[in-house]
């Protein structure tokens, strides 16, 4: 009773569903520019998603392979779900509340002073993302949006709808914006391309 805990677990003791296993920055950074090499590839299935067989073949493979590392589709999956949840969690500054803004040059986001201390009242854990620079909300954007629920088409209870009826402003909007995505993942593929032979 009177001794202090010290935690003195012994390393070849893992816990059942395996030991976390730390990413680093670079190791983070080419995971994303694969994932955007695969998104340009069309290698997402239907629901925005890439298969197993995706991952480990045309992912993991290559990051294993570039940073001498063993990640598996477990570690895969984790890291993916942390990348989702901060892009999530950004992404929301722009769609919920109002007066933020995206500076792609400076990779902040923007706001009045009086905006973001209404806003950190209600999200006191967001500080982060006025004091610090997100540097990939960019590539994360054309990773997740694709596979995002954004209610746009969503029925609420109590209303009718024709099924015959055709948005076409909003379906014009949709098209001109896959178009955009599309030039966007071309010119970061090429981007990618020219650092690697640079490399």
């Known amino acids: 009773m009177g001794e202090s805990h010290q935690e003195t677990q012994d390393?070849?003791?893992e816990r059942e569903?395996?030991?976390y296993i730390q990413w680093s920055p670079e190791e983070?950074?080419?995971?994303i520019n694969l994932l955007l090499d695969a998104v340009a590839s069309g290698l997402r299935d239907s629901n925005g998603t890439f298969s197993k067989f995706t991952v480990e073949r045309r992912i993991l493979s290559t990051l294993n392979r570039m940073h001498g590392c063993n990640k598996t589709y477990q570690h895969y999956s984790n890291r993916m779900k942390i990348l989702k949840t901060k892009y999530l969690n950004a992404a929301e500054l722009l769609r919920f509340s109002s007066g933020f803004g995206w500076d792609s040059t400076t990779k902040r986001f923007t706001a009045s002073k009086e905006v973001w201390?209404?806003?950190?009242k209600a999200h006191p854990k967001f500080k982060k993302f006025r004091d610090e620079t997100f540097e990939e909300f960019d590539d994360l954007k054309l990773i997740?949006?694709?596979?995002?629920?954004?209610?746009?088409n969503a029925i609420g209870l109590g209303e009718t709808t024709d099924a015959q009826t055709v948005r076409v402003?909003?379906?014009?909007?949709?098209?001109?914006?896959c178009e955009r995505d599309k030039k966007l993942v071309l010119l970061t593929k090429v981007m990618i391309c020219s650092l690697k032979k640079k490399v």
């Open 169 to 177: 402003a909003e379906t014009e909007k949709e098209q001109a914006n």
């Open 117 to 120: 201390a209404e806003y950190l």
């Open 11 to 13: 390393p070849s003791q």
């Open 17 to 19: 569903k395996g030991s």
């Open 144 to 152: 997740f949006d694709k596979n995002i629920s954004t209610g746009t």
């Open 28 to 31: 983070n950074k080419s995971l």
